[in-house]
């Protein structure tokens, strides 16, 4: 079965491909429009690319919780956690995002790449959506990306 993909190496060019969009459409914004407030929420540019890091965070807990319990449930989603615009004291800066954004998805891969096959199924259930598996949960990762990349694309639509 040499022809098979494995469900890594699906994801990860998923994954790549979608964060490439992301950073395209972020690397679009001139350096004073990244840190300004561009929607009625109060999100700007930078702060929806450290959402993204956020994310991966959640994703990782998520995905191990699914691997180390018996079928847990999750009243929360990782797609479905807001834009957080309050940071207390923290400062983004452009450098510091991106290498949390480095840091989280080399996370990320590392731990997905060493989940074994059989892994790629087990179960957890969300609230509202009912029962689902492992591949689902990773496959939501590169639509999130994509969402956010969509964003971006329209909040500088409306900068011109």
Request: aromatic share 6%.
């Amino acid at each position: 079965m040499a022809g098979i993909e494995s469900p890594f190496v699906k994801v990860r060019r998923r994954l790549v491909m979608a964060r490439i969009e992301f950073m395209s459409q972020l690397a679009a914004f001139q350096p004073e429009d990244l840190s300004r407030s561009l929607t009625a929420e109060g999100e700007s540019p930078l702060l929806i690319a450290h959402h993204l890091a956020t994310i991966e965070v959640v994703a990782l807990q998520q995905l191990q919780r699914i691997q180390s319990e018996d079928n847990p449930h999750f009243d929360t989603l990782l797609q479905l956690l807001p834009v957080e615009t309050e940071l207390g004291d923290a400062v983004l800066s452009l450098e510091s995002v991106l290498a949390e954004m480095s840091d989280r998805r080399s996370e990320l891969l590392s731990y997905l790449s060493q989940a074994p096959l059989s892994n790629w199924e087990r179960p957890f259930v969300f609230a509202s959506w009912g029962s689902r598996k492992f591949y689902q949960l990773v496959n939501m990762l590169p639509l999130h990306d994509r969402q956010h990349a969509r964003q971006l694309a329209t909040m500088r639509a409306h900068l011109s």
